[in-house]
């Protein structure tokens, strides 16, 4: 028997197994996290509104929100003493406090179990304070959190827990145990934010039962394979695992927005930035986003790292923004993003009570995947325009929409990709789609941006051809925050002058 191919099989199982129960414990805890900033979000979304009469107007405003959110069941206004004086939802569902409240980061928002009637028996009760003395409460259903078809599919004696440190049990779900029967392989991971820790457990003998083709097959094919499994172990390849580092990283802050200047070609002023992601590890390096924004984007990882981007960045830029209205603020959007409207609520959340307001909020659709549905992405993208957020066509003339998107999305803004830009002057076809877009623009009312500017000749090629709009590594690379809000400050508009402008940001 080929013991080294064996010893390898069964060294694979159990490091895949470890990474299964990894990866699912990471999973659950980013959707708790996730759900708890946009219920959070929503609470105080009612809180700006001043819903504490419980007048008619107000439940009608609790019923709305809770209608826009996507993770929150109930909205309630709570007294000083307590006590809920209305909710969304009146009296159909009993609710009742099972724990003491537990502190976050956020000295006015609590987190507690409450007992319901629904078919898990407990939920997520969250308390925002009040500054006179009231609360406003939300619950979150547990089922948001564990996949429970999951759970009871998985014939590995799965086992899903979900505890408020410092005690108190939110979730306890566990699967059929299968064949090996009794968990003995674990993973417990810690909420950084929230004080929710998630444990996940399952049976490597059910796992060995339905993954023992690996030994059977290592045995059969003799050493070479099994040195090459052992390669596998050695070398540290897992399932998932990827997406999980990527889970940590977000919870520890290593995903860090840079913003790169757009500048007025005619005045040299600076017209807004572009959020562009930086994934800065523990040891300081900076990760570009060609590294991992294609894995984020299969695994819908995108989702809660736009966000988290996006709440950076109105942190950062409210203050030099609140001064500014019109500084713009670019943040890139995916394909994925436009199969439901639920972005158009969390862009709202997010921007409605920052110092970055709507107006001043870009949002740059990518051609590089193409649109689910195009009827549906012109939906959302309509109803950000209502809000007086502009949309931007970003790539255009590289990816999958071509002419179709700049003619159905009705978007306000063309950026013309980098490649064309580079090939300015130089490639008379290039030049030629240059020209081409630019005109069509114009028909179109279209404002136009260049990306990727890198010589002084593009900028003197797009101005002569109306671009008023540009940016790229000729002007400022991508900048930390501090740097490019105290650029943006030295730069006062009726002062400002080309030429010490370029020099300025050459410099």
């Known amino acids: ?19 299964y129960v990894g990866d699912t414990a990471e999973m659950i805890l980013g ?40 993770v929150l069941k109930e ?37 507690a179990i409450a007992l319901t009637r629904g078919p898990h028996g407990r939920a997520l009760r969250m308390t925002l304070a009040l500054p006179s003395g009231g609360m406003t409460g939300g619950i979150i259903a547990v089922g948001l959190f564990v996949p429970y078809s999951e759970v009871q599919a998985s014939n ?58 690996v030994v059977g097959a290592a045995v059969g094919g003799g050493l070479g394979f099994g040195i090459g499994l052992a390669g596998l172990v050695l070398f ?27 500048i007025d070609l005619d005045t040299g002023r600076i017209l807004g930035c572009e959020v562009l ?36 960045a109105a942190a950062e830029l409210g203050p030099t923004y609140a001064s500014r209205p019109d500084l713009k603020c670019g943040f890139n959007l995916c394909a994925a993003h436009f199969r439901d409207e639920r972005i158009v609520g969390d862009v709202v959340s997010i921007f409605s009570h920052s110092d970055v307001q709507l107006s001043q909020v870009l949002l740059e659709v990518t051609e590089r995947d193409p649109l689910p ?28 929409g071509g002419m179709s998107y700049l003619l159905k999305l009705r978007v306000d803004v063309m950026k013309i990709d980098k490649l064309f830009i580079d090939a300015l002057g130089a490639e008379r076809q290039s030049t030629a789609i240059v020209d081409s877009l630019i005109d069509l623009a114009a028909h179109l009312n279209m404002e136009v941006i260049a990306e990727g500017v890198e010589t002084f000749e593009q900028v003197e090629a797009l101005r002569r051809r109306g671009v008023r709009s540009a940016q790229g590594y000729v002007f400022a690379p991508p900048l930390p925050g501090s740097s490019y809000c105290q650029l943006v400050q030295a730069m006062e508009p009726a002062t400002v002058q080309r030429e010490p402008v370029r020099k300025a940001l050459r410099g």
């Open 75 to 111: 909205i309630a206004v709570i007294g000083p003493d307590g006590r809920i004086r209305c909710n969304n939802i009146g009296s159909l569902v009993q609710i009742t406090a099972a724990s003491t409240p537990f502190a976050t980061r956020d000295p006015n928002l609590s987190l």
């Open 156 to 213: 590995l004696g799965l086992g899903v827990d979900i505890e408020l440190v410092p005690g108190g049990r939110l979730v306890s779900v566990h699967g059929p145990g299968g064949v090996g029967g009794t968990p003995d392989v674990s993973a417990s991971v810690q909420s950084a934010q929230y004080p929710v820790r998630v444990e996940v457990a399952a049976s490597s003998g059910a796992w060995r039962q339905q993954k023992g083709w």
């Open 277 to 312: 992601v930086r994934w800065r590890k523990p040891d300081g390096r900076l990760i570009p986003p060609g590294a991992f924004i294609g894995e984020a984007e299969r695994s819908g990882f995108i989702f809660p790292l736009t966000l988290d981007l996006m709440r950076q």
């Open 373 to 400: 549905d195009m009827d549906a992405a012109r939906a959302i993208i309509a109803r950000f325009q209502e809000m007086g957020v502009r949309v931007a066509l970003d790539d255009v003339g590289t990816g999958h």
């Open 1 to 19: 028997m080929p013991l080294a191919a064996y010893f390898a099989a069964e060294a694979w199982l159990y490091r895949s197994l470890k990474s």
């Open 236 to 262: 540290g390849w897992r399932e998932r695992g990827p997406v999980a580092d990527m889970y940590r990283a977000l919870r520890n802050g290593e995903f860090i927005p840079h913003y790169q200047p757009l």
């Open 31 to 70: 959707r708790m996290n996730n759900a708890v900033e946009r219920a959070a979000l929503s609470l105080k979304e009612a809180q700006g509104r001043q819903i504490e009469t419980c007048d008619a107007g107000d439940r009608e405003h609790l019923s709305v929100l809770v209608f826009e959110s996507p």
